[in-house]
């Protein structure tokens, strides 16, 4: 199944199921208990893009003012997931100069490339962009890394959840009960195919994260520019 109507499929299936008053409440993202961290390699759109996804979203904000909604600061596209978020994670536990080195032998040989954001999809408690990539670097990186770290002895938790092979980026979080279901469908369905534009990556950045990468639980380790 292509990229494109892998997002298609999970986009018809969830707005099926809103439509039904069937999807899921995230409850923790306002917990001062939540203490789930861990570190992930990522990328970030350019501004020009992320100003293309605010005006998307002020306009579902209207009408469902009470989500979770990203601010400019934390949108993101994951590359992988070094080590999932969980409780009692701390960077003292690892010693980042191994991760350092093993994650640029592995994507030392790699170019930039361009991802085209277009359209949205959902799942059952989130809103996301469409990530295209227009080439397989991207692709590349996250084999290699997923083969270096399995043939190393370094904490790591990749692919434990799922195998990553998109390139979307979560901008909404459902954390209330809708007050106006028929209208955020309606305004879902208007953004369906919005082209919100392209860019180029250029640098992938590791950093320590909480579950929600929220810039101010998150600190960036190192930058690994892409030739």
């Not at 995230?26 to 917990?31: A, E, F, Q």
Request: with cysteine; hydrophobic share 30%.
């Amino acid at each position: 199944m292509d990229l494109k109507q892998y997002y298609s499929n999970l986009y018809n299936a969830s707005i099926k199921n809103i439509s039904k008053n069937e999807y899921d409440i995230d409850t923790l993202i306002d917990s001062p208990d939540d203490k789930r961290f861990g570190i992930t390699l990522l990328f970030r759109p350019s501004s020009e893009v992320k100003d293309r996804i605010n005006g998307f979203l002020k306009e579902i904000k209207k009408i469902e003012p009470f989500q979770y909604y990203y601010p400019e600061s934390d949108i993101h596209i994951t590359v992988l997931s070094i080590i999932s978020c969980y409780n009692g994670f701390d960077l003292s536990h690892i010693t980042l100069s191994d991760y350092d080195k093993l994650i640029r032998n592995s994507i030392s040989s790699n170019t930039g490339f361009n991802i085209d954001f277009k359209g949205i999809t959902a799942s059952s408690s989130c809103v996301m962009i469409q990530g295209f990539p227009q080439n397989d670097s991207l692709k590349n990186i996250r084999n290699n890394l997923r083969n270096s770290f399995k043939k190393s002895d370094l904490e790591h938790s990749i692919d434990k959840r799922y195998e990553i092979l998109t390139a979307h980026s979560t901008i909404v979080r459902l954390k209330e009960r809708l007050s106006q279901a028929e209208q955020y469908i309606s305004i879902l369905n208007k953004y369906k195919d919005y082209d919100f534009g392209s860019f180029e990556v250029k640098e992938l950045e590791l950093v320590y994260n909480d579950w929600y990468q929220r810039a101010v639980n998150s600190n960036c380790i190192k930058i690994y520019v892409l030739s």
